[in-house]
């Protein structure tokens, strides 16, 4: 796969002005999955464009603690802006109309933006119908045949859902009897089948807003609308160069004969 000429300029220049803050691979995968949704830069003048979980300036999950994420700031600037929304800003930067929702506030920055939880199954009722031309949920959910579901790469919903649910979690365990050293087991178990509720949910959602024909970028998938129903049509790319497979927590990639979490489920 190549970038079209029109991405490629718009690279040069956003590269010019974040290059302090913006890695080139953050970059390229961005504009990657933006050629997805429109083949060139004009095509995207006034598209309306939802981003889910489209990160924010004031996230702070690149260190879990106050002095690491000091130290991440003034040594390495580009992994502390890791989170932020980086895929409205290009959009924004190609004429189009990005609309960033996040669990953080986006206050300050230049595209719209909503505060809001989307674990809610009721939080995107607030858009009406059609009222968009694409979307894109880069990591917020994965599906269940996505590559990171084989090698049980958590998303990034996955850490409010532990917080959230972890006395359901205690709870349930207590009353089925499972033992201690299988509670981390059956805490992943639990939290997987939460995000993949939440991920169906919001398919359902993204389909009824979008508008005939629009795309919607799932994880590493491209999906279109098509008589009122999103279909898949494509495998987006990580990289426009051969990337391996990501692999686990425990090291092994995704072709190895561990059991994946769906299996597990």
């Known amino acids: 796969m190549k970038l079209d000429p029109s991405y490629q ?7 010019a002005t974040h290059r302090s803050t913006l890695h080139e691979d953050r970059l390229e995968a961005q504009l990657i999955r933006i050629q997805h949704i429109s083949a060139n830069v ?28 000091l130290w991440l700031r003034w040594i390495k600037p580009k992994e502390f802006a890791r989170f932020q929304p980086w895929y409205c800003r290009i959009l924004q930067e190609a004429g189009a109309q990005p609309v960033g929702i996040d669990i953080r506030t986006n206050a300050g920055e230049r595209f719209e933006s909503h505060a809001m939880d989307l674990s809610d199954p009721k939080a995107l009722e607030r858009f009406p119908d059609e009222s968009f031309d694409h979307a894109n949920n880069y990591f917020l959910t994965v599906p269940k045949n996505s590559m990171h579901a084989r090698c049980g790469t958590s998303p990034s919903i996955w850490l409010s859902l532990g917080w959230k649910h972890k006395d359901d979690n205690y709870n349930q365990a207590k009353e089925r009897g499972i033992p201690l050293k299988d509670l981390p087991e059956f805490y992943q178990r639990q939290n997987w089948k939460r995000m993949w509720a939440i991920d169906d949910g919001i398919f359902l959602q993204v389909q ?10 799932l994880a590493e998938f491209a999906y279109r609308k098509k008589k009122g129903v999103l279909v898949r049509e494509k495998q987006i790319p990580l990289s426009l160069r051969p990337q391996p497979l ?8 995704a072709g190895s004969s ?3 979490v769906r299996e597990k489920i």
């Open 9 to 15: 300029a718009l690279a040069s220049d956003f590269l």
């Open 42 to 69: 004009a095509s995207l003048a006034n598209k309306r464009v939802l981003d889910l979980g489209c990160g924010s300036a004031k996230n702070k999950d690149s260190h879990w603690n106050p002095i690491g994420r």
């Open 208 to 217: 009824r807003l979008l508008k005939e024909g629009g795309v919607y970028t």
């Open 246 to 253: 990501p692999r686990s927590r425990s090291g092994r990639g």
């Open 258 to 260: 561990t059991k994946s």
